[in-house]
């Protein structure tokens, strides 16, 4: 069923537990848009600005997705959305099964900046992609799902560490193995554990993997206020409401988004906002560099990914006035050092959209004395040469493995990117 007819929160909720990676993310994303007439195009295809009028798909490493409207002619402006597909969250080492106690254990590094302790006594699955050698020894590429737990990594209990709630450092390479079960023997290699652990695993010499682990819980909706605590909102909420927004966008007008991995480790690699993903297609499309800086100057990003809601129990941490409410609609996230990218003239433009299309807007900037995050935002708006905005729906928790937000506030996130879509051109 295409996106759109669904209702909201439930649809959310599903594109989030179907794409514990972003691989998944994409491959789900993918889909939808082909579904709905979007064409497939491949980086190493021949197309450009003749391309026909109409949507488009290019992925690049199979974890960053761009979604376009080609009007075809020559367009003069554009209307990018950006966003992220990567969480922060643990990955298994290359060579990671050990022996300990008799049990098999599964060691872990940590990708991006994770809230350690929420992961202790979570049923964790595992996903992503792995390469097998193919029948004529070529690579072969397949995503794969535990689509249940393979193990867990236990609290210490308190009768053994009293002084636990009153602050422990916590050593992910020590004290955050996966227990995965009990062995009578050596640890099998890693190509035949997951053959075992995986349904579907893919048959072949395993040659590379990318995995994570992944919170097997599914998301869920807290009534009366439709709240969805799930992992990953940061940032598949802005993905998903992004990409639900471009089924319905403008065909007849240059309208782009662009979902990156690697932000959450800083964006600079081939598929990240650093590399040049959105610059080669901008290229192809528009090859004369003259009505191409002509296009960009009068063009806008929306840099789309989550704000940090005031906490109830923590509200000094935000700057008074400055502490968005779950529910309270869509942030504009304001940062003086452009590690939030903006200025008046684009706040402008979001607020008269805004009001045409009836959504809220709430105001987040850190508190002066505190260090303030960074998004794709200001990499993008520097790498492309393009006025960009930093907007996002607020949450808890970020960075968890078990985050909040409004579905309400997501919704209405979805219906502000579409009037931006609809209003460009
Ligand atoms: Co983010």
Known sequence: MIWGVKPFASDLSEFLDASPTPFHAVA?????????????????DDWGGDLPAGGYVVERNGSTLLAFTWPGGTPETLALVGAHTDSPNLRPMPNPLGVSEGYLTLAVQVYGGALLAPWFDRELGLAGRVIVRGADASPEVHLVDSHRPVGLIPSLAIHLDRKVNSGRAINPTAEMHVVLGRTSGQAPSWGDWLRGAIDEFPGGEVLACELSLYDATPARILAPDSWIVSARLDNL????????????????????????????????SWPGAQGDTAVAAIERLVPDPVRRARLLAASLMLSVDNAHGVHPNFAHKHAAQHRPLLGGGPVLKLDEAQRYAGDSLQIARLRLLAERADIPLQVFSVRPDMACGSTIGPISAANLGLPALDIGVPQWAMHSVRESASALDAEQLEQLLAAFWSAAG
């Open 28 to 44: 789900r994303m993918r889909a939808q848009l082909v579904e709905a007439g979007f064409r497939t195009l491949r980086e190493t």
């Open 237 to 268: 909420l802005s993905c998903h409401a992004a990409c639900r927004a471009m089924l319905r966008a403008d065909a007849g007008a240059f309208n782009m988004l662009a979902c990156h991995d690697h932000e959450e480790i800083g964006s600079r």
